[in-house]
């Protein structure tokens, strides 16, 4: 995998599980259950400055005596140092320097792999002191930070990400040229292979090699009406064998993987399963690398219709959706080819809408027109002026919007200006970024 893996490592109550809530935020932590991993560890995505990376909790250890706790640790961190590409050894300011942080530091020293030695209960400056008796554990100047405040964890993240083997930053251009490449992703067992067999078709392939991406990682072109489309990652997809076994985890990575390097994000579901929380996590994240997304509901024949159905299927997709309700949902069957080439349709749709540049004076022609209708709610008493808006980047699109009160915008009134631009200008299933700019 590309991704690096960063692993948190540290004895019991340093702070490991709350510096891995910070960092991860509001995204949900996959545990990984397979048999053979001594016990649950905690994964999850994380993401700075738009380098992502993984990072592992090695957190829980085994109740028990203090004897068996510490050999607990002490093999949490031989696995980790196995898949770790950093480590961050954790220790604490408030309890001082330990005799078994001495005794985890000989055994990290021993790995030779990258460490940061963090001191974590730093939340104050008055504490920043106690942090510099950890200089003697050999590892250079310890970084202070508050997992429970955030108090310099910014400067953390920015150390972790100069340590890590340099990986590209997630582009947002598209690395393909002129193709339209798509990434297929969603839930083992949806029809990925089945909609891309469909697609590609034995006598159409034509198998490229990418440098520089996941060794296994075989893109295939097709053409459609005389233009060609990419499917990223077909590798793993058309050599079943290798995604039955993957876990969870392991085809999520490959996932975001194949997003990153794709214009357009079909995602897969199941209609006799609908939106899963997975689902919604992998979505969240094509979104978040502006990627145009689909939404396929595939399996669509097993399904008893009347004439209601894709209505009310759709409904309640579009409620789970929230804020992205703007993405395009397809109701197809990989099996039967039903509506497989409308997918490919509006793929491009979206490839195209993504690319679009909006001529300044038609924008603000209409910004005009929706403040007018509906005006930024002042703030402290103060008038919240939006006074123009253009476009400063499209292929993925990002409006920058000039106001005298840029920190005045609030989500709500951010959603309301999304809504309104969306109505009038399109942009079908592509994410929109708006920034408000002081003026
Ligand atoms: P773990 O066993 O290493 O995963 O540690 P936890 O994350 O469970 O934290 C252990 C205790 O330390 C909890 O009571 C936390 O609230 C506390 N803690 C974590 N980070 C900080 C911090 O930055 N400052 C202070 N004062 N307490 C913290
Ligand atoms: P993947 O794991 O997402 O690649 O899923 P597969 O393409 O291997 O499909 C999993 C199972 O669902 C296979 O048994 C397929 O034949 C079946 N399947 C895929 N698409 C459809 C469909 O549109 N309708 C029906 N009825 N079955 C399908």
């Known amino acids: 995998m590309n991704i690096p893996v960063v692993a948190i490592v540290g004895r019991p109550n340093v702070g490991k599980s709350t510096l891995f809530n910070r960092l991860v935020g509001g995204r949900a932590a996959i545990v990984d259950n397979r048999p053979g991993v001594t016990r649950d560890r905690k994964h999850a995505l994380a993401e700075w400055t738009g380098h992502p990376f993984t990072l592992v909790d090695t957190g829980g250890y085994l109740p028990g005596s203090d004897d068996k706790i510490e050999r607990a640790v002490v093999r949490q961190i031989q696995e980790a140092i196995h898949e770790a590409d950093l480590i ?100 083992p067992n949806v029809g990925k292979s089945s909609l891309v067999n469909a697609l590609l078709g034995e006598e159409k392939v034509i198998v490229t090699d990418i440098p520089g991406t996941t060794r296994d990682a075989i893109d295939s072109k097709f053409k459609y009406y005389s233009e060609e489309f990419l499917i990223v990652d077909t590798a793993g997809l058309r050599r079943k064998s290798k ?113 679009r540049t909006l001529k300044t004076s038609e924008l603000n022609d209409y910004l005009a027109e929706a403040t007018s209708r509906y005006a930024p709610p002042s703030m402290d008493q103060r008038e919240v002026k939006i006074k123009y808006c253009t476009q400063v980047k499209s292929n993925p699109p990002v409006i920058a919007f000039f106001t005298n009160a840029p920190d005045s915008i609030k989500p709500h009134y951010r959603a309301y200006l999304e809504k309104q631009f969306r109505q009038r200008f399109g942009f079908l299933g592509v994410p929109l970024t708006m920034v408000f700019r002081k003026k």
């Open 243 to 355: 995604v039955r076994d993957a876990v969870e985890y392991y085809s999520t990575l490959r996932s975001l993987e194949s997003i990153k390097r794709c214009d357009v994000t079909i995602l897969m579901v199941d209609a006799m399963v609908g939106m899963e929380t997975q689902d919604m996590r992998i979505l969240g994240e094509a979104v978040r690398m502006n990627k145009g997304v689909i939404i396929t509901v595939n399996k669509w024949d097993l399904v008893e219709k009347d004439s209601n159905t894709a209505r009310a299927h759709e409904l309640q997709i579009r409620e789970t959706l929230k804020n992205n309700d703007y993405l395009p949902i397809v109701f197809i069957s990989a099996l039967t080819k039903q509506r497989i080439y409308k997918v490919v349709e509006i793929a491009r749709a979206v490839a195209e809408e993504r690319k």
């Open 88 to 187: 961050v050894f954790l220790v604490d300011a408030k309890t001082g320097l330990t005799e078994f942080d001495r005794e985890l530091s000989v055994e990290l020293k021993k790995s030779g792999r990258p460490v940061l030695l963090t001191v974590n209960k730093v939340d104050s400056d008055a504490r920043e002191l106690n942090a510099l008796e950890f200089f003697e554990l050999g590892f250079g100047d310890p970084m202070p930070v508050s997992a429970e405040s955030g108090r310099n964890v910014g400067d953390f993240l920015d150390k972790v990400i100069e340590l890590l083997p340099a990986t590209a930053a997630i582009t947002t251009d598209n690395p393909n040229g002129k193709l339209i490449s798509l990434a297929i992703v969603g839930r």
